[in-house]
């Protein structure tokens, strides 16, 4: 017998989707789907959700493993909105401020902040001969992300009809035929302020000296839009998701890998796990690397346009030290940076040559700054970062020891003799745990001009009931950009179901 409310009848109308892989993206579609009614399984090869947002905690600290920075807390409100909950029923975003500390090799320190008053105050004191520049260079990046947003961000992939929707004036404006560091130059002179607002293109896995200027609107997601700190950790975003997941409906099954997703005449009609079983399924959605899904999850050759794929350029992948330090450091913050002194030359090193910079740029997070339940008193727990090449045959990160590399950058903190506990991650790690192609962190490079049209779309090309959601599809890679693709691929096949 129907419930009062209708509701039987209503799941009896549902449909039986799966969603392989429980990352972010994953996620925020099942949260999409179940709030609209469907019947929704997630199946995920790890013993835990969350993708290449995990964490780690040993001796006494924790440690986020994967994003560190959060941009973009409407997109999750939205994503709550769209459950019909409040986001700070789930989560405490904090805003950390400075958004970043930049340390150069002459010495300097320069604190960017979220309130733009004050940012001004620290490069009055770094570069006053940037502050105007500085101003544009920001208003210039807020017209991008007014005009790219809605085409590119925001909605379903961008095609040709939809980018012929932005006049010729705004098409003008995105400045796609410059790279992001010639558009930069263009407003500030210091070599300072023009690294630190190329570094951005680092957010995307690509090259300030080849990707697009049209991306200098990360700059305004973060500048503008600030930084979030998840109070637990970044990884209470991806518990907040699977609870909210739950209360909806889903179910979610760990540990359970899918071998293969099964197309019949061109349709998808299940998945085949890893273990045997065959589940038939009305709509699969793959939260895998798509070049993985072409390359190693469809049991037919795949469509020409995935051919092409599989040869396209990947985004950068990283080497992340986990590591427990004896003491405390005042003078550094909850992010930081120490750049290089070659930056030019450490993104050909990363692209062209496919080896880890030699002298690269260290990004650190210090989450204890924020919680300092993180590490035992008198203790840090850093996150270390470098970019590092995708996998290929130039390196072999089982004979090199990066490790010392990295150590050497920071060798002015005397880290190494303090390290009283020790993680590392490398690129073939990153490609084992989250089935990232490559260890690519991006999937496709955003190296080209073309980048946000060739990157591959959320419907599958050739094969009906199959979507993509994740950082490796529309709109890209980050966090809020996965958490908006788990809405592009929900709301396509929300629309394609009978
Ligand atoms: C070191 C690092 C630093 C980063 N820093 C930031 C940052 O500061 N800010 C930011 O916004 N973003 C950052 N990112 C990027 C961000 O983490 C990703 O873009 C995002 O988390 C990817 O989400 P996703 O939905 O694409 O899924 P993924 O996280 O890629 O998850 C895919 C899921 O699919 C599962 N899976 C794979 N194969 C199978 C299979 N055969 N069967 C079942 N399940 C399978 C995997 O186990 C995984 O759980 C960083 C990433 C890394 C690794």
Redesign the pocket.
């Known amino acids: 017998m129907a419930a009062p409310d209708g509701k039987d009848e209503f799941l009896s109308k549902a449909h039986e989707i799966l969603i ?9 579609a099942a949260i999409h789907l179940a709030a609209n009614g469907q019947r929704v399984k997630i ?4 013993a835990t ?5 995990n964490e780690i905690a040993a001796d006494g600290f924790r440690w986020d ?7 973009m807390r409407h997109v999750f409100e939205d994503l709550f909105a769209a459950a019909g909950r409040r986001l700070e029923d789930y989560l405490n975003l904090v805003p950390v401020d400075p958004l970043t500390r930049y340390f150069y090799l002459d010495g300097r320190i320069l604190d960017i902040h979220p309130q733009l008053e004050n940012t001004l105050q620290a490069i009055q004191q770094f570069a006053p001969e940037d502050m105007e520049g500085y101003e544009k260079f920001l208003a210039y990046a807020a017209q991008i992300h007014r005009i790219t947003g809605p085409v590119f961000i925001y909605n379903q992939p961008p095609t040709w009809r939809s980018f012929l929707k932005v006049s010729p004036f705004d098409a003008l404006k995105i400045d796609g035929l410059r790279t992001m560091q010639n558009a930069i130059d263009g407003f500030v002179k210091s070599p300072q302020l023009r690294q630190l607002l190329g570094r951005f293109a680092t ?1 995307t896995g690509a090259s300030p000296y080849r990707a697009p200027a049209t991306l200098n609107v990360i700059a305004d997601v973060e500048l503008a839009g600030g930084v979030w700190y998840p109070r637990g950790g ?1 990884y209470a975003i991806a518990k907040a998701l699977r609870a909210l997941a739950e209360e909806l409906g889903v179910t979610i099954c760990e540990n ?4 293969h997703i099964e197309v019949q005449d061109g349709k998808v009609n299940g998945v085949l796990l ?1 273990k045997g079983d065959f589940l038939p399924a009305e709509a699969v959605i793959s ?3 798509v070049g ?1 899904v072409y390359e190693k ?1 469809l049991p037919s050759v795949p469509p020409k346009r995935a051919r092409d794929l599989l040869k396209m350029e990947s985004s950068c992948s ?1 080497f ?1 030290m986990l590591l427990g330090i004896k003491g405390t450091h005042p003078q550094l913050a909850h992010h930081n940076i120490f750049f290089s002194r070659d930056y030019p030359r450490e993104f050909d090193e990363i692209f062209r040559l496919g080896v880890p910079p030699s002298e690269p740029t260290v990004y650190v997070a210090i989450t204890c700054k924020t919680d300092p339940q993180d590490a035992p008193s008198d203790h840090e727990n850093w996150f270390v ?1 470098v970019n590092a090449p995708p996998l290929g045959k130039a390196y072999d990160w089982k004979q090199q020891n990066y490790r010392e590399v990295v150590l050497g950058q920071l060798a002015k903190f005397s880290v190494q003799p303090n390290i009283v506990t020790e993680k590392i ?1 490398t690129p073939p790690d ?1 490609e084992q ?4 192609r490559r260890g690519a ?2 999937g496709t490079s955003s190296n080209n001009r073309w980048a946000a049209f060739l990157r591959p779309p959320n419907r599958a090309a050739g094969i009906q009931g199959l979507y993509f ?4 599809t529309h709109p890209g ?6 958490t908006l ?2 809405k592009v691929a929900a709301t396509m096949c929300l629309e394609d179901l009978p």
């Open positions: 392989v892989g429980a990352g972010i993206g994953g996620l925020s199946l995920e090869k790890n959700v969350g993708g290449k947002m493993t994967g994003p560190s920075v959060i941009t957010y970044i359970t890998p899918v071998h890893a939260n895998v690397d993985t999850m990283g992340i970062l991650i990153l745990m989250s089935g990232a962190l991006y959601a994740g950082g490796t890679g980050g966090v809020p950009m996965v693709s788990g």
